[in-house]
C-alpha cells in the first residue's frame, strides 16, 4: 500500500543520505501500528543529524529520545516546547494510553528504563536478529514499582507472553510477585549489573568519542584499569564535565556501534530466549 512505499522511500534516504537533516510529514499514513513503531526505531538508529517530524500519532512521540514541541490552534497557533515534567499534555492532547505499544506484540520482554530498550533493539537491528519483526515488543517500565500492576494486566487482559530483565536490586521485590503468584521465576531474568555495565568498552569508547565531538579520547587499557561495574559511572563523570548528561544518548551511540558477538553470555542468552519464546 502507499503507507509501505512511503516508509520505504524515508528508509532508503536515510541508508544513503544519512548525515542529511530529514523533514517528514506525518509518516504515520496508512501505516498499520507496528509499522510505525518500526519506522520510528529505524529513523532513531540510523539517521546521524536531526530529524524534524510532524505527526499527529501517539506512537511518534517518545521524549526519551527527542525533543517534543506541540502545535495547539485556538484562535491563533502556538508552538510549545514540552519538557519532560510536562509531557501529560501532549499525551493527553493525542489521547496516548501507555500500554498502546503492547497491543499487537506476540511477547513482552519488561526492562528497566529507556536505556535498555535502546541497547537491546540496537543490538538485534545490526545483527540483523529480526525478533521485533515477528511481534518482541521491549516495554521501559517507570520504576520497579510498575511490575505488579502491569504484570496483572499483560497476564490477565492481553494473555500475552512476557517476563521481566532487571538488575539485582529486582531481586526483594521479584520475591514478593513470585509469593503473591504475579510472576513465576521462569519470567524474571536477572543481570549481574545495570545494562550500562553490559556495554562493550570499544564501542563505549567510539560513543563517548562520538557525543563528545573528539574532545574525550579514552583508551581501552585505561578503562580496564578500572573495576567492570565503576566505568559506567567513570564515563557519567566525564561526560557530566562535559555537559552531556543524557543516558539514552549514550545508549543510542553504544548500540549503534554493537554487534551481538561484542556483548556479553547474559545479553546473548537474553536475545536468545526471546527467539526461542517466538520461534
Given at each position: 500500500?502507499s503507507?509501505?512505499?512511503?516508509a520505504?522511500i524515508i528508509?532508503t534516504?536515510?541508508?544513503y543520505?544519512p548525515?542529511c537533516i ?6 504515520e ?6 509499522g510505525?513503531?518500526?519506522l520510528?526505531d529505524?529513523?532513531?538508529l540510523y539517521a ?33 516546547n514540552?519538557?519532560?515534567e510536562?509531557?501529560?499534555l ?7 494510553l501507555p500500554t498502546d505499544?503492547?497491543l499487537s506484540s506476540n ?7 529507556p536505556?535498555d ?5 540496537g543490538?538485534m ?12 515488543t521491549?516495554y521501559?517500565?517507570n520504576?520497579?514499582?510498575?511490575i ?8 490477565e487482559?492481553?494473555g500475552?507472553?512476557f517476563?521481566?530483565?532487571?538488575d539485582?536490586d529486582?531481586?526483594?521485590?521479584a520475591?514478593?510477585l513470585i ?6 521465576n521462569d519470567d524474571?531474568l536477572?543481570?549481574k549489573g545495570k545494562?550500562?555495565?553490559y556495554y ?6 567510539e560513543a ?7 574532545k574525550?579520547?579514552?583508551?581501552i ?9 565503576k566505568?559506567?559511572?567513570h564515563i557519567?563523570?566525564?561526560?557530566h564535565?562535559n ?5 539514552t544518548k549514550?545508549?543510542?551511540e ?6 551481538l ?9 537474553l ?6 519464546l517466538?520461534?
Amino acid at each position: 500500500g502507499s503507507g509501505l512505499i512511503d516508509a520505504l522511500i524515508i528508509v532508503t534516504n536515510i541508508r544513503y543520505h544519512p548525515s542529511c537533516i530529514l523533514l517528514i510529514e506525518e509518516p504515520e499514513i496508512h501505516l498499520h501500528p507496528e509499522g510505525q513503531r518500526k519506522l520510528l526505531d529505524f529513523i532513531w538508529l540510523y539517521a546521524r543529524e536531526q530529524a524534524l517530524i510532524t505527526t499527529h500519532s501517539p506512537l511518534f512521540v517518545d521524549y526519551e529520545k527527542s525533543r517534543v514541541h506541540l502545535v495547539k490552534k485556538d484562535k491563533e497557533s502556538k508552538l510549545l516546547n514540552i519538557k519532560r515534567e510536562h509531557l501529560q499534555l501532549i499525551k493527553e492532547e493525542l489521547h496516548i494510553l501507555p500500554t498502546d505499544a503492547l497491543l499487537s506484540s506476540n511477547l513482552i520482554l519488561l526492562v528497566e528504563g529507556p536505556s535498555d530498550k535502546i541497547f537491546l533493539e540496537g543490538i538485534m537491528q545490526n545483527s540483523k536478529i529480526y525478533l521485533l519483526d515477528k511481534g518482541l515488543t521491549i516495554y521501559p517500565l517507570n520504576g520497579k514499582s510498575e511490575i505488579r500492576r502491569l504484570a496483572r494486566f499483560i497476564k490477565e487482559t492481553l494473555g500475552i507472553p512476557f517476563f521481566v530483565m532487571a538488575d539485582s536490586d529486582f531481586l526483594n521485590k521479584a520475591q514478593e510477585l513470585i509469593t503473591e503468584n504475579k510472576l513465576k521465576n521462569d519470567d524474571i531474568l536477572i543481570l549481574k549489573g545495570k545494562i550500562e555495565d553490559y556495554y562493550p568498552l570499544n564501542s563505549l569508547i567510539e560513543a563517548v568519542i562520538t557525543l563528545s565531538n573528539e574532545k574525550i579520547i579514552l583508551h581501552i587499557e585505561d578503562l580496564k584499569k578500572i573495576p567492570p561495574n565503576k566505568v559506567y559511572n567513570h564515563i557519567k563523570e566525564l561526560l557530566h564535565a562535559n555537559n552531556i548528561d543524557s543516558k539514552t544518548k549514550l545508549a543510542l551511540e553504544v548500540s549503534r556501534k554493537t554487534i551481538l558477538s561484542d556483548v556479553d553470555s547474559d545479553i546473548k542468552e537474553l536475545i536468545k530466549r526471546c527467539s526461542d519464546l517466538l520461534s
